[in-house]
């Protein structure tokens, strides 16, 4: 007998949709006839005129080739029953659930019950946002399994980012050190978490030094039963992680009438002293320095959008994306911030959810790399070598209790490394270690930071948009929690296969608008409907009204 799996709890969760219909709309009242001024603009409606073709852009080979291999995907799995040359805009009936049967792709082994993954068994707020265009391209691309294509203006706003990046947090100079180090420096999935774990401390550290930090990362949770964000711990294997990065935030006076950042201790070095190089009296002094700053100092979460001409969106679903996009990463740094406990927790879950192991040892070459690009945690080194607390109790209780099933020793390096200086630096540390560096360390020392600026999280957020490498246009708005969870409960409906598709209104404005760049114009169903609706009623309106052309 199969016994049930943890997939089997999550399945159950789904109930397969409902086929919505439209109301008929009947006018009747003669009253209601259009005015003359009336008459001229509908006659001036783009509907009523020739269709506006969009300019035929020539398509590369690598171009054509992609579409040509996601059209096929999708038209195998959406192919309409009575329109076989066109896709329907319903699910497909043996793929119901978008996040297990297309995204994450999960398997139960029918022996054990065990889950495995052929996808991504996790969200990002991006995907959380389905209706940031239309949902029904965001499904068929969510079905392809392919990757969107990557055009210019996505190339030349990753440089944009990268640019700003590079301003707010200058790159140190490792390069020869890289070229010389006797030592390999691991990059696989595992040992790129913990640099990036590190990169966001060290860059948080900044943020409170020089006023503003960008690429932060920050996530949450999703649970599928009740399609909500959770705010307390994470109870439950099946909860969802949905991660994020946060493109900039700005510390600054809440009674400025600007963005200009504003350091929380603008004499770092000479108010720390020596301490200015130890993470762990950083912090102790930091906590101290916010509870004093909390009323006059406030933290802006902001997001980039690149645009290739200085003109923001006008489409109302972008817009609206935009803003529950940074309300996300609001939320996130609010349930963050509330206990560095539970936040420890949720970063351990967070990289189990990834598949790593928490108690895996870093390899040596990297934490000697991550000192060099920021010696900041050099004393912690020192004291997890010697065995000493790191002033976090859920750690250091931890490791009280640890039982070593094998040594932690760096013992090879005194014959692997024999650079005069970088001995010199680290040689102290070339033997056995009383308490191994794992990702439960940077856990902790990042849990730290995110309670630390949770008293100066701002209900204002803000979107910078830049063409080129100008700043020309900003919004400020004020967060909405209320908008963020019937949004995030919305999305979760569909992508756990509780609600139908919705596509964007089926109006010609909207499928000039919409449809026009779209990889599936040519054979959407859902396109091709509205496009013969609003035919029909341009002759309708032409027969009552003889006063408009169609």
């Excluded at 940077?442 to 910078?464: C, D, K, T, V, W």
């Excluded at 908008?483 to 109006?507: C, V, Y």
Aim: proline share 6%.
């Amino acid at each position: 007998m199969t016994r049930p799996g943890p997939l089997t709890n999550i399945r159950r969760y789904v109930h397969l949709p409902r086929t919505a219909r439209s109301p008929r709309i009947d006018i009747s009242d003669h009253s209601l006839a259009p005015t003359p001024e009336e008459l001229e603009a509908i006659n001036n409606l783009p509907f009523f005129q020739e269709e506006k073709k969009v300019s035929n852009r020539p398509i590369t080979k690598a171009k054509q080739s992609y579409l040509e291999n996601k059209l096929r995907i999708v038209r195998q799995l959406f192919k309409h029953e009575c329109n076989a040359e066109y896709l329907s805009y319903t699910l497909p009936m043996s793929m119901q659930n978008p996040y297990l049967d297309a995204h994450a792709r999960a398997t139960a082994d029918p022996e054990t019950g065990a889950i495995q993954y052929a996808g991504t068994p996790r969200l990002s707020v991006t995907k959380m946002l389905t209706k940031r265009w239309c949902e029904l391209r965001e499904t068929y691309d969510i079905y392809s399994q392919i990757p969107i294509y990557e055009h210019s203006q996505v190339a030349q706003g990753r440089q944009v980012h990268q640019m700003l990046e590079e301003e707010a947090h200058v790159p140190i100079d490792v390069e020869e050190f890289k070229t010389n180090f006797e030592v390999t420096i691991p990059n696989d999935a595992f040992h790129t978490l913990v640099e990036d774990w590190y990169a966001t401390t060290t860059r948080l550290l900044t943020l409170l030094k020089t006023g503003e930090a960008r690429e932060i990362l920050c996530h949450g949770y999703l649970n599928p039963e009740s399609c909500r964000l959770l705010k307390g711990n994470v109870t439950s294997d099946e909860d969802i992680l949905v991660s994020g990065i946060i493109d900039h935030l700005v510390l600054r006076r809440r009674d400025s009438s600007t963005s200009a950042p504003r350091p929380l201790v603008s004499d770092w070095d000479d108010q720390y002293g020596a301490d200015a190089l130890d993470i762990r009296k950083i912090l102790e002094r930091l906590s101290v320095s916010v509870k004093d700053a909390k009323e006059d100092m406030e933290l802006i979460i902001s997001d980039v959008k690149t645009r290739p001409t200085k003109t923001v969106p006008t489409q109302q679903t972008v817009i609206t994306a935009a803003k529950l996009q940074v309300m996300y990463y609001r939320y996130f740094m609010e349930t963050l911030g509330l206990d560095a406990h539970a936040t420890y927790n949720k970063l351990l879950i967070n990289a189990q959810r990834r598949g790593h192991d928490v108690d895996q040892p870093v390899e040596p070459g990297k934490i000697i790399y991550l000192m060099e690009v920021d010696p900041i945690m050099k004393a912690d080194m020192v004291r997890l070598h010697n065995g000493s607390p790191i002033g976090f109790e859920p750690f250091d209780k931890f490791y009280s209790q640890y039982k070593k099933t094998e040594a932690c020793t760096w013992e090879s390096l005194t014959s692997r490394i024999t650079d005069p200086l970088t001995r010199q630096k680290y040689g102290s540390l070339f033997s056995n270690w009383a308490t191994p560096v794992t990702l439960r360390y940077f856990a902790a020392r990042l849990a730290q930071l995110y309670h630390i600026l949770g008293p100066l999280l701002s209900s204002e957020l803000m979107i910078e948009y830049y063409s080129g490498n100008k700043n020309f246009h900003n919004i400020s708005f004020t967060y909405d929690s209320q908008a963020l969870m019937h949004q995030s409960t919305d999305s979760a409906l569909f992508w756990f296969g509780k609600r139908n598709i919705e596509p964007i209104k089926p109006t010609l404005r909207n499928v000039l608008t919409y449809c026009k760049y779209c990889d599936y114009q040519s054979i959407c169903l859902w396109k091709k409907e509205a496009k013969e609706k609003a035919q029909n009623l341009g002759k309708d309106l032409e027969k009552l009204y003889p006063g408009v052309r169609s």
